[in-house]
């Protein structure tokens, strides 16, 4: 198993412009869900999704998009790129949504926005 | 709401040392408790976990114990290694909250030989 897979490694962009972060997982999980971590602050929760077709808003939504059509993928749109959009972005799953079960997290996409 | 706090970092200890990283925790309930740990350019992965009062999650020499009584759940280490040079996150996951995660702000971890 590949686990969770997140592409790019890095990327730069520059205010205004659009793009998509994709996540991908080969667990059959459930669950799904999309981080950013910027530096004091932790982890905080963008969008999760608890199957394919259903969506939901996290923490801090704003600026971002997101779709799930299929169980393997949960892509992350940034509509109009702001500086304050850079950070590290990390997608997580976990298998359903039972509270004992651990999250499983890519490697990170690392965003600068100019 | 939901909200975990842990010791503020960074932490700079030596080869052997005994280690401890609080955290504590605030729920509308009664949660599972996580350590993730964050190894540098890397994701988070599971370190340990405990799901009920009194339960000691444990991992590569890692230990916590869900102590309700205290709303805390704090990670400890008997003999630290350079190689558990870590950013670690306690966090914690409630029914109320349809099973999302709540994480602390992360506590860095720098062991010198």
């Known amino acids: 198993n590949a686990g969770v897979t997140q592409t790019p490694k890095f990327q730069v962009l520059k205010t205004g412009q659009s793009m998509t972060l994709q996540c991908a997982q080969d667990?059959?999980?459930?669950?799904m869900s999309w981080y950013r971590q910027d530096p004091g602050m932790g982890l905080r929760l963008i969008h999760y999704?608890?199957?394919?077709?259903?969506?939901d808003q996290g923490e801090v939504p704003n600026g971002y998009n997101v779709s799930r059509s299929t169980t393997e993928d949960f892509p992350l749109r940034l509509l109009s790129a702001a500086p304050s959009q850079t950070s590290v972005y990390f997608c997580?799953?976990?298998?359903?949504?039972?509270?004992?079960?651990?999250?499983?997290f890519g490697p990170g996409t690392r965003l600068t926005v100019l | 709401g939901n909200s975990v706090t842990q010791m503020e970092g960074p932490v700079t200890l030596s080869e052997e040392a005994f280690l401890t990283i609080n955290c504590t925790y605030t729920?509308?309930?009664?949660?599972?408790l996580f350590w993730y740990v964050q190894y540098p350019g890397e994701g988070l992965q599971l370190l340990l976990k405990?799901?009920?009062?009194?339960d000691k999650g444990s991992n590569k020499g890692f230990e916590a114990t869900y102590r309700k009584e205290t709303t805390s759940f704090h990670l400890e280490k008997g003999s630290v290694q350079v190689s558990d040079s870590a950013v670690y996150f306690c966090?914690?996951?409630?029914?109320?909250?349809?099973?999302?995660?709540?994480f602390g702000d992360g506590t860095t971890l720098t062991v010198k030989p």
């Open positions: 997580a799953s976990s298998y359903g949504r039972r509270i004992y079960n651990e999250q499983f």
């Open positions: 667990m059959n999980h459930e669950y």
């Open positions: 999704s608890v199957g394919a077709g259903i969506t």
């Open positions: 729920a509308t309930g009664y949660p599972s």
């Open positions: 405990a799901t009920k009062a009194d």
């Open positions: 966090a914690l996951s409630i029914n109320t909250n349809a099973g999302k995660s709540t």
